[in-house]
């Protein structure tokens, strides 16, 4: 048995360009686009990748030549957004911190819209857009109060969380929205979370959504999109299946029938997750005890998921071990005991060997950090039996670089 990322082995990647390394596959990114694409055509969405999950400019690339437009939570995910060809036009910002400086450089790029969460934001972006004589677009982030049943860490749409506006507070901040000379109101939005592997807590948030719009038709207020946010989960596990998009997308045609409201979605996870891995090499095989620990070269700084949300990533040999299997924590070299990529597995596997661990195309190089002085790992990009290399790994002269010893 030998794991490939399309028509090249795990093994041969790693040995061309080490370890550890995110690994990314082209036709797996092509063809989830195409599902929301085939499930949705009814809609016709409009598709805003959502750049936190991995902003590496090749993956926005690609994206943008499917035909996506971003969903952007800083100004730097709009510079790179533009770095990589993508549409201003088609991107919607997010966020509940945007400064000054970031509204005014996306209203200067052109961006479709600002899904504002606060009312210090609308008269903020309004203030801004009248120094720059423009007009800003803008959606209200809705809080519907639904629970989205994930991890609370990444659950949005509820009242303690700290995203959108609250539903009773949304009319008195739409009615300032519309009074503000310097904005013109286009939308209304939501996003309830990440990682739901049932959507009935999106269509939920669209049914609170959609009576919201009827009663701002009263105070003549009428957006002219929907933006249901991202947060469709994907199977990290076995035994999880991802939500069925068709029928997600049925219960939302059903909802939207007869309105005159355009969709925009914004995916992430479910849109690159599966579609990396990220290698690691083991270096040691330690025994404490009855406890055993597999010690690779990865560490929470390359999958923070773990250590952040109790996540779970499938992890097997690339090669037919050689050794049975036994059971281990998988653990990198970082000072941390909360340091691991996965507790009590069963696992094959000895120095040297090559693990792959699944589902690290979403939220694992994009929140990587240099904890432990570790440089960030390589990207590589593969098409077919082509690799290429799409972001180089760091060095540690690389990492000093910004630093003075001055005392
Ligand atoms: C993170 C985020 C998304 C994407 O969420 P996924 O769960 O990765 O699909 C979409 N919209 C907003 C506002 C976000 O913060």
């Known amino acids: 048995m030998t794991l490939s990322c399309e028509h090249i082995s795990y093994t041969a990647l790693a040995e061309q360009f080490g370890t550890p390394l995110y690994v990314y596959s082209q036709s797996a990114i092509d063809e989830a686009f195409a599902r929301y694409q085939t499930a949705f055509a009814a809609l016709n ?10 902003g590496n400019l090749s993956v926005l690339r690609r994206f943008a030549r499917l035909g996506s437009g971003f969903d952007i939570v800083s100004g730097g995910e709009l510079a790179r957004v533009l770095a990589a060809g993508g ?7 997010s ?8 509204i005014e450089y996306a209203l200067t790029a052109g961006v479709k819209c600002f899904n504002v969460e606060s009312l210090p934001e609308l008269e903020r972006i309004n203030r801004v857009a009248g120094r720059l004589n423009r007009t800003a677009p803008v959606s209200l982030r809705i809080n519907p109060d639904v629970d989205a049943q994930t991890h609370p860490y990444i659950s949005t749409g509820l009242k303690a969380n700290k995203f959108g506006i609250a539903v009773q507070d949304a009319p008195a901040a739409y009615a300032r929205a519309a009074a503000l000379p310097h904005l013109r109101v286009t939308g209304i939005d939501c996003h309830i979370g990440s990682q739901l592997l049932d959507s009935a807590p999106l269509t939920e948030a669209a049914e609170r959504l959609l009576v919201l719009v ?22 990290y596990r076995a035994d999880e299946t991802a939500p069925d998009l068709s029928a997600y997308a049925a219960d939302i045609a059903k909802l939207l029938a007869g309105r005159p409201l355009s969709l925009i979605l914004e995916p992430g996870r479910s849109l690159i997750g599966n579609a990396g891995v990220l290698l690691t090499r083991v270096e040691f095989v330690k025994h404490n005890g009855d406890k055993n620990f597999v010690i690779v070269d990865a560490a929470m700084n390359d999958l923070m998921r773990p250590t952040l949300y109790q996540a779970y990533h499938h992890i097997e040999p690339a090669e037919t071990p050689s050794v049975a299997p036994f059971e281990a924590d998988i653990v990198g070299p970082v000072c941390e005991t909360g340091d691991f990529l996965a507790q009590g597995r069963s696992i094959a596997a000895q120095a040297g060997d090559l693990l792959v661990v699944h589902g690290a195309g979403a939220y694992a190089a994009s929140m990587a950090s240099n904890y432990n002085t570790r440089p960030r790992a390589a990207e590589v990009l593969v098409s077919g039996s082509e690799a290429k290399l799409v972001r180089a790994r760091e060095t540690v002269a690389g990492m000093l670089a910004a630093e003075q010893a001055c005392l």
């Open 214 to 235: 009827d009663n701002l038709a009263a105070q003549g207020i009428v957006p002219e999109h929907i933006d249901l946010g991202g947060g469709i989960g994907i199977p």
């Open 45 to 54: 969405p409009l598709i805003c990748y959502a750049v936190k999950a991995n």
């Open 87 to 93: 549409d201003a036009g088609k991107t919607i910002f």
């Open 95 to 102: 966020g509940v911190g945007k400064t000054e400086a970031e």
